[in-house]
């Protein structure tokens, strides 16, 4: 199923690569982490600045958004997640929205305007990325994952939500999704990485370009072949582009590399499924959609033509309406 092209603002377009190399770059540093000291660590920011640049960032695109209903830190074993909560209208499970690498909750910033007031919206930060968490203990495999998430819900008193994942939490929702079915009313997963596919290979190069001493201008053409986008764009400037940029210099990441569930694995989940996937420099691996429908001929995958990896973003009118509707229809 495909849809047409949806409107994306010009000012949106600089986050593209930003995004998607951000993304890149944290994989590709981590494998080189888990190779120099396989024990693992807890996520911690390298400098006060770093820090501080970052959460200006974050404070500036909360500020675009109506107050959160609440805002909580929650206790888990494996340290404090910071929640942000806006109550909605309509009845059954609240909505849950994990996010991609390097962001933390404020990449919700275009989407949430949609759902607010809506539905019960809880937005995470997730633990060992960038965000206003604490780790206290180390992420040892992707089941760990599941079980902060598993337990910050049940400290919010959430027994069942419908589980939002963009990118790296695309990949957290799915592994979510198969060791807490019963936590799960239903999974969307958004241009998620690794879940369905292993990344393009074609992709590395270009992030290898990025990791050399090689001009600013060589750079920047990487970020716009991987993002599907162009020089121009990836140069411009915006809150969300600088909040990505200063949690991939500064925030060093302490998470497991997301896997790709097996055919059975797939076939063995029972909640309604939502898979969308960018038609243009997607980064969930080739024949994705292919593969999803195979396995689960019940799950409605839809294929943006003209999206990226920005998927959430670049096409958040239609999309915001269409999970709307989804969440409806299965509560």
Do not use: C
């Amino acid at each position: 199923m495909s849809t047409p092209k949806a409107s994306r603002p010009r000012r949106l377009r600089a986050v593209v690569g930003v995004l998607a190399l951000a993304l890149l770059s944290a994989l590709l540093a981590e494998k080189v982490a888990v190779i120099l000291n396989p024990e693992p660590a807890v996520g911690h920011w390298k400098s006060d600045e770093g820090q501080r640049r970052y959460t200006r960032a974050y404070d500036e695109l909360m500020g675009t958004l109506p107050a959160p209903s609440a805002t909580r830190d929650v206790t888990t074993s494996w340290g404090t997640i910071h929640v942000l909560r806006w109550d909605g209208s309509a009845s059954g499970p609240p909505v849950v929205l994990l996010p991609g690498h390097s962001s933390g909750a404020p990449m919700w910033a275009e989407n949430l305007p949609g759902w607010i007031g809506q539905r019960t919206v809880y937005a995470l930060d997730p633990l060992g990325d960038a965000g206003l968490n604490s780790q206290r203990l180390p992420l040892r495999s992707v089941d760990d994952q599941a079980s902060w998430i598993d337990e910050t819900l049940r400290e919010l008193g959430v027994s069942r939500a419908h589980v939002v994942g963009h990118s790296f939490g695309g990949a957290t929702a799915a592994i979510l999704a198969l060791r807490r079915p019963d936590r799960v009313a239903t999974l969307t997963l958004l241009e998620p990485v690794f879940a369905i596919r292993p990344v393009p290979a074609s992709t590395f190069f270009w992030l290898t370009l990025t990791q050399l001493p090689v001009p600013r201008s060589w750079k920047d053409r990487a970020f716009a072949e991987v993002g599907g986008t162009t020089v121009a764009e990836v140069q411009q400037r915006t809150p969300m582009t600088e909040m990505i940029d200063a949690a991939a210099a500064h925030y060093a990441t302490a998470l497991p590399l997301p896997r790709t569930l097996s055919d059975d694995e797939w076939r063995s989940l029972r909640m309604p499924v939502r898979v969308d996937l960018g038609g243009k420099a997607s980064l969930s691996g080739d024949g994705a959609a292919d593969r999803i429908r195979a396995l689960l001929p019940g799950a409605s995958v839809v294929v943006w033509p003209d999206a990226t990896h920005s998927l959430p973003m670049q096409e958040k009118d239609r999309l915001d309406l269409e999970l709307l509707a989804f969440w409806a229809a299965h509560s």
